[in-house]
């Protein structure tokens, strides 16, 4: 399988303190990666870094074998989409809106001189496409609901579709199943592989709850203060000695 | 003697009712657990007894006050401690302000005392008591949130989804806390989405669905309660 | 050595009411979130009353007391239980277009209770006669005064925010006043206390300051209130110690810079007002802490988020398409009967009118569409006029190319101002535009080259094509600045309602998910920056050339608030807004000198139109969509309800 995404050397330090410690990555073309570790080891900030919302200390990263611009909005439009462990959405807009933001801000087809050429409108393939992913997410119905209405599963869904629609390359997702219950956890796991199946997006998922992990990825990251202590499948990283002290919280044998 | 009493409840939103027909009692020294799904109520509930969310009709007393007329401050007196969801520190202000801030009424020497025994319950973050509260990882202000909760001597701790996006080990450093929390005799409401992890914590345990009271009883019998319920009827997120 | 003291010493009184009103926007904005632009407005206020109190033969320290300790408090408080307890849980936008309102509104309210301009010299409050020589330099016993009130009334408060009680509970209560009443404090009393306490402090600095000139007029507590602002940026609004320091500083330069200053040399008149300014600029654009100022969020909102946010209001469309087409065709209407009817007189109020609107439009464009707050925007039409009139009348170029120039010259100062907000958003830059506004007041509109110093210059009105738009009262320059206005109306509303719209929205609820989504927000806020300039400047060349000659007052730094509240007031959401406020902010003087002088005819005319424009900004919290929207909103909602008892009846 081809190299999709390339993370090597990657360091950043707040203060005195090294969140993340020369940290190598690689994802393939469609893969699924779990990245998991303890609060504080580093997990969401190597997201920010690899969607350009942190600057790295040291590193550097690839897409496709290219070096990744510094901007997030550029990376974004490279192929990267994210969600968040707060859900952030747009408030006023309707969850279709939502989805039309994303896409033409991708396809760089939004702003001002498109308006004052008169062309503001959404045009049938955009609508389309919205249309596609709200269906494959299975919100099809929400298209026109306000978001605050949205219950924190439907929000995560919306946020979801929202990140898919201009169809990325890569969906790093962050927390998908915090402060959802356990058959909401598994529907969007659900979701997330159907997604997966029909668009062959490769997803890095950070997340705490096992089977939501067991759920969604191929192969599991274990990270500990800043640097991978494991690396292999579900079953391999869950056995693994070191994990276990530091994720698990089981004494070393 | 009851602590908590809520009767007949009605509360919400705007338009929108949150809570309905509830009822419940909660003794002096229990350990009760709220569960349920997403938009259940369980959050309404701690905010409707902490006086943030108002009543639109029944009653609820906390520590004898009726919150209908108790304003949160004055219930806070009373000894009344509520953990909101997620976090409950103040980020720009440093561990021990934070602690500080909750027996700030106290003379000078009996409040370092009280700082001392709070960074004791949080062990690891003795020697960084001058950190801002946002440099601490989330688990750490978790910690830091309730050991300054229980040096503050309330009457109820009323904890909101404590264990939220925390790893294994970390929500087992939560609940240890939450152990010694009872260990002072306080009167525990925690707020939980899960029914497995209350267990070991809390002998009681109500069960929300759509606000309404679904299930109160021993903790073991709602684990079993709760996943019957999702086998029968699963609940669905659209 | 003694010349430098006598000149630092001179500075003094100056210095204390600097550092006395900056404490004051520290201690609210600490306590409260709220950036109070109104504290100059309060100063002057209270100046007024104190030179009122002694004209009327109160003993000048009773005055100073009644002012301080009564009306003030009482005051303070007035503002916290009527205004600011209400917009508590309001973003930082809201709060300050809330402060810029009082800013606009107060001076013009004073004028309206106590009169124009009071003219009455008042003696000091305490020590009006005494004199003493102190190391043989002389110093007044006013001086003395101002300086040990000061320095007593800064250490009780330093004294009060040291215990662990006041200071913790305040700096928590900024955070987050709904976890800090969690904490078991009556935040609603902490917010109290702190507007009683800076209200008392803003008054006391009035009363200090006003005995400093002969006349009271609203512009020399501008001036105040730009000399606190840049002493609480010395320590990023939130160091009580540097901003005292700032105060101390500022005053003696602008006490000891003159006085090495020949009064002829071009440094005097331009410098010695821009000294607070060009602070305020290095700090704003050094010191890390503004950057984060409006990232310091409520950990709740996260629990319990803000009734939505203000944004904008516009996705949801009150009108159906029929309503919205039987609209356009009524406006359209009227401005045709008004162009071909309207009698003679009123020409040149329309055509200031409509050139007024578009310079409105660029309000809307930029604060309604983009969210970002520019006091600036009457120095981007300021650049625009000047730009017009400069290059018609001095290089004789044709009246058209010259106007396209002095567009263009705008959306460049546009893409300046557009630099810094790059980084800074909300309130810091609210301050930058601001201190831009000021400076060009100070130093380029006065500047030789640009203007001709004090007086004004003219402004040609050539033909265009063969058409004659010359003469005050020409309707084809009428119709010539209604076709521009169209136009812009037409271009902001395909922006507001197309891609830009949507995607500014999402920007402004979220930024982090914009930009994660895509969304080029640097690129886009420079266009709009721009774009929005370049608008400010049409309309200010229009309305230049509408007036036939050009003084520096006619774009006065002051309007830049005035421009903004009035603007947010009818809805900064939608069109509609500004084209009301243009028509209405100029028709309404004109209307109100006609009406008798007891309704408020005569001199009052314009401070009442300010009053009435500006009372919308205080409701801004609650109606982000603006007043028309929301009568709009009203009507439809009653015809709903009439209907449906109609179909009841039935």
Redesign the interface.
């Known amino acids: 399988m081809t190299v999709l995404l390339e993370v090597r050397g990657v360091r950043k330090r707040f203060g005195s303190q090294v969140v993340v410690d020369s940290v190598d990555l690689e994802v393939s073309a469609g893969e699924a990666v779990g990245l998991i570790g303890s609060n504080g080891a580093g997990k969401s900030t190597l997201f920010s870094i690899i969607?350009?919302?942190i600057s790295a200390d040291d590193g550097s990263i690839f897409l496709e074998g290219r070096k990744l611009p510094n901007?997030?909005?550029e990376r974004?439009?490279r192929g990267i989409?994210?969600t968040?462990q707060?859900v952030?959405?747009?408030?006023?807009?309707?969850v279709l809106?939502?989805l039309?933001?994303?896409l033409?801000?991708?396809n760089?087809?939004?702003?001002?001189f498109?308006?004052?050429r008169?062309?503001?409108?959404t045009t049938v393939p955009e609508m389309t496409l919205c249309m596609e992913t709200l269906e494959l997410c299975g919100i099809a119905k929400l298209a026109h609901a306000q978001t605050?209405m949205l219950s924190l599963g439907q929000r995560r869904t919306v946020e979801l579709a929202?990140?898919l629609v201009?169809r990325p390359k890569l969906l790093l997702t962050d927390e998908p199943s915090s402060g959802l219950d356990e058959s909401e956890s598994l529907r969007l796991a659900h979701i997330l592989n159907s997604v997966r199946r029909s668009t062959g997006v490769a997803v890095v998922i950070v997340e705490h709850d096992l089977a939501t992990v067991a759920a969604v990825a191929e192969r599991v990251v274990a990270l500990d203060a800043g640097r991978v202590i494991a690396n292999g499948t579900f079953d391999e990283v869950i056995a693994n000695v070191d994990v276990r002290r530091s994720w698990l919280g089981e004494a070393s044998a | 003697m009851n602590v908590v009493s809520v009767v007949n409840l009605f509360a919400g939103y705007g338009p929108y009712q949150a809570l309905m027909d509830l009822s419940f009692s909660i003794e002096e020294g229990e350990s009760v657990a709220i569960v349920g799904s997403n938009g259940a109520g369980k959050?309404t509930v701690a905010?409707v007894l902490?006086g943030?969310v108002p009543i639109s009709s029944g009653m609820a007393t906390v520590l004898g006050c009726d919150v209908r007329v108790t304003?949160?401050?004055e219930l806070?007196?009373k000894g009344l401690?509520?953990l909101?969801?997620?976090?409950?520190?103040?980020?720009?202000?440093s561990i021990s302000?934070n602690i500080?801030?909750?027996c700030?009424?106290l003379p000078?020497i009996e409040?370092r005392q009280r700082v001392e025994e709070a960074m004791e319950i949080i062990g690891s973050l003795s020697h960084r008591r001058t950190t801002l509260a946002r440099d601490l990882s989330g688990g750490q202000q978790r910690l830091v949130a309730i050991s300054s909760a229980i040096v503050a001597r309330p009457a109820v701790l009323l904890c909101?989804e404590p264990v939220i996006g925390l790893s294994p080990v970390a929500i087992e450093g939560v609940y240890e806390v939450l152990r010694q929390a009872q260990s002072h005799g306080v009167t525990l409401l925690l707020v939980e989405s899960r029914a497995d992890r209350v267990q070991g914590l809390c002998s009681r345990t109500i069960v929300l669905e759509r606000g309404q009271l679904a299930f109160d009883g021993p903790s073991n019998t709602a684990q079993g309660f709760v996943a019957n319920r999702w086998l029968k009827d699963p609940p669905r997120s659209n | 050595m003694n010349e430098f003291l006598s000149f630092a010493i001179g500075g003094l009184p100056f210095a204390c009411s600097y550092a006395l009103v900056a404490v004051g926007i520290v201690l609210t904005f600490r306590a409260t979130g709220v950036f109070n632009f109104g504290f100059g407005a309060m100063a002057y206020g209270a100046g007024v009353t104190y030179v009122e109190l002694c004209s009327h033969g109160v003993p000048s320290w009773l005055s100073l007391l009644i002012v301080t300790v009564v009306l003030a408090p009482v005051f303070g408080a007035l503002l916290d239980w009527g205004l600011f307890r209400r917009i508590r849980t309001a973003d930082l936008t809201s709060k300050v277009v809330t402060s810029l309102g009082l800013m606009v509104f107060l001076p013009s309210m004073v004028q309206i209770v106590i009169g124009s301009t009071t003219v009455y010299s008042a003696p000091a409050p305490f020590l009006s006669t005494y004199f003493t020589t102190l190391f043989g330099i002389s110093i007044s016993g006013p001086v003395i005064a101002t300086l040990v009130t000061t320095i007593v009334v800064l250490m009780v408060m330093t004294l009060g925010l040291r215990s662990?009680?006041v200071g913790?509970?305040l700096?928590?209560s900024?955070?987050?006043p709904?976890?800090v009443?969690?904490?078991?404090?009556?935040?609603g009393k902490v917010l109290r206390n702190a507007w009683m306490v800076s209200s008392s402090l803003a008054a006391l600095a009035g009363c200090l300051y006003a005995p400093q000139f002969a006349t009271q007029n609203p512009s020399a507590y501008n001036v105040l209130l730009t000399g606190a602002v840049a002493a609480a940026a010395l320590g990023a609004i939130s160091s009580f110690t540097l901003a005292v320091a700032g105060g101390v500083l500022l005053g003696v330069l602008q006490g000891v810079i003159p006085g090495y200053l020949s009064p002829n040399s071009v440094w005097y008149g331009a410098l010695v007002p821009s000294i607070p300014f060009f602070m305020l600029l290095i700090m704003l654009l050094t010191h890390r802490g503004f950057r984060s100022l409006d990232r310091?969020k409520d950990?709740?909102s996260?629990?319990?988020p803000p009734t939505?946010?203000p944004?904008?209001?516009r996705?949801s469309e009150i009108l159906g398409f029929s309503g919205r087409i039987v609209n356009w065709l009524a406006v359209v209407g009227l401005v045709i009967v008004a162009i071909i009817f309207v009698p003679e007189v009123w020409v040149g109020t329309l055509t200031i009118a409509a050139s007024m609107a578009i310079i409105f439009l660029s309000v809307t464009l930029l604060t309604g569409l983009a969210g970002q707050l520019s006091l600036a925007q009457m120095v981007f039409a300021g650049m625009g006029a000047y730009g017009t009139a400069r290059l018609s009348t001095h290089h004789h170029w044709s009246l058209g190319m010259s106007l396209i120039a002095g567009t263009m010259i705008a959306s460049l100062g546009g893409l300046v101002a557009s630099l810094p907000a790059l980084r800074l958003r909300g309130l810091p830059l609210a301050l930058l535009t601001l201190c831009f506004a000021l400076l060009a007041d100070n130093l380029i509109f006065p500047a030789t080259f640009v203007g001709s110093g004090s007086s004004s210059i003219g402004v040609r009105r050539p033909d265009i094509f063969g058409v004659d738009f010359s003469g005050p009262f020409s309707r084809n320059y009428l119709v010539m600045v209604v076709a521009f206005l169209a136009m812009t109306t037409f271009?902001v509303r395909?922006?507001i309602?197309?891609?830009?719209?949507?995607?500014l929205?999402?920007a402004h609820?979220?930024e982090?998910?914009?930009?994660?989504?895509?969304?080029?927000?640097?690129?886009?806020i420079t266009?709009?920056f721009m774009?929005s300039a370049a608008v400010a400047g049409l309309g200010g060349g229009l309305y230049a050339i509408a007036l036939g000659s050009l003084s520096t007052p006619d774009f006065n730094s002051a309007l830049g608030p005035v421009l903004l509240v009035v603007v947010i007031t009818m809805g900064a959401a939608s069109v509609r807004g500004a084209l009301i406020a243009g028509v209405a902010f100029v028709a309404l003087p004109q209307a109100l000198a006609l009406a008798p002088s007891r309704f408020g005819g005569g001199g009052q005319s314009s401070a009442i139109t300010i009053v009435v424009l500006s009372v919308g900004a205080f409701t801004y919290a609650q109606h982000p969509e603006g007043i028309v929207t929301f009568i709009q909103g009203r009507l439809k909602v009653a015809g709903l309800r009439v209907r449906n008892l109609r179909g009841d009846s039935r």
């Open positions: 969607a350009g919302t901007r997030a909005d974004a439009r989409a994210r968040f707060i952030q959405l747009f408030g006023g807009l309707s809106d939502h039309l933001v994303a033409q801000a991708h760089g087809e939004a702003g001002v498109r308006d004052l008169g062309n503001g409108a605050t929202r990140a201009a | 959050s905010r902490s943030l304003p949160t401050h806070v007196r401690i509520h909101p969801e997620g976090v409950g520190l103040f980020t720009n202000l302000e500080e801030l909750r700030r009424n000078r409040r909101d | 662990r009680r913790l509970t700096r928590a900024v955070q987050s709904r976890l009443e969690l904490h078991g404090v009556d935040s310091s950990p709740m996260v629990v319990e939505a946010p944004g904008l209001a996705r271009g395909l922006l309602h197309g891609t830009t719209g949507r995607m929205t999402a609820s979220s982090i998910a914009a930009a994660s989504s895509g969304v080029p927000m640097r690129r886009t266009i709009i774009l």
